[in-house]
């Protein structure tokens, strides 16, 4: 509940929280029932949200739209302190965690910019191009999914040697001879 009249002028109505950060009330519930913002209740069972819990939501939102799940934002944002606005360095500490998760997508968007109009090792063989990069969907022994564009290359999966065929091939080539030294005539 509400105690002093400076906290609730400087805390916002749930309308208000929507108006500033574009979600809608019900995306807003929905992110209070997961935790990522906790409201306070007036004498009248109002939601009243500080306003610290405009950075909460637009990192949760921005964070989203990069491809974070649900699950790692939650996980970010139960790091920062309960009961005062989180300090710069707070934010900071979240920004080097994700870091490394934001370079994996950036790279995966980079991929999937120069692999897009070819094969993308997903399966579906359609394509004329996959008879040349796919054969026999040779990238389903990589997992699940678009393996190229996850990551994999088609030289990781070239057939293994078949036995036998390296001896064939051994044989197969021109053996060098080394010439004997030829004795000096007198
Ligand atoms: S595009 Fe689907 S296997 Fe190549």
């Not at 979600?23 to 209070?32: C, P």
């Not at 306070?40 to 306003?51: A, E, H, L, S």
């Not at 920004?95 to 998760?101: D, E, K, L, W, Y």
């Not at 197969?172 to 005539?185: C, F, G, M, S, Y």
């Amino acid at each position: 509940m509400l105690s002093t009249p400076a906290l609730a002028t400087s805390l916002l109505s749930i309308g208000e929280l929507a108006r500033r950060t574009g979600l809608s009330v019900s995306a807003i519930r929905f992110y209070e029932a997961r935790g990522l913002v906790t409201a306070i209740r007036t004498g009248g069972n109002q939601r009243r949200f500080p306003r610290a819990d405009i950075r909460r939501l637009s990192f949760a939102l921005i964070a989203q739209q990069l491809g974070l799940t649900l699950a790692e934002i939650e996980r970010e944002l139960a790091t920062l302190p309960k009961g005062r606005a989180p300090t710069r360095s707070d934010w900071q500490a979240i920004s080097t965690r994700i870091r490394g998760a934001l370079e994996a997508r950036l790279r995966m968007l980079e991929r999937t910019r120069e692999l897009l109009d070819g094969c993308i090792g997903c399966g579906c063989l359609s394509l004329d191009r996959c008879v040349l990069y796919n054969r026999g969907d040779k990238a389903a022994r990589g997992g699940a999914g678009p393996r190229y564009l996850l990551g994999d290359r088609a030289q990781d999966f070239a057939d293994p040697p078949v036995p036998g065929k390296a001896r064939q091939l051994a044989r197969a080539q021109p053996r060098l001879v080394t010439p004997r030294p030829v004795a000096p005539r007198r």
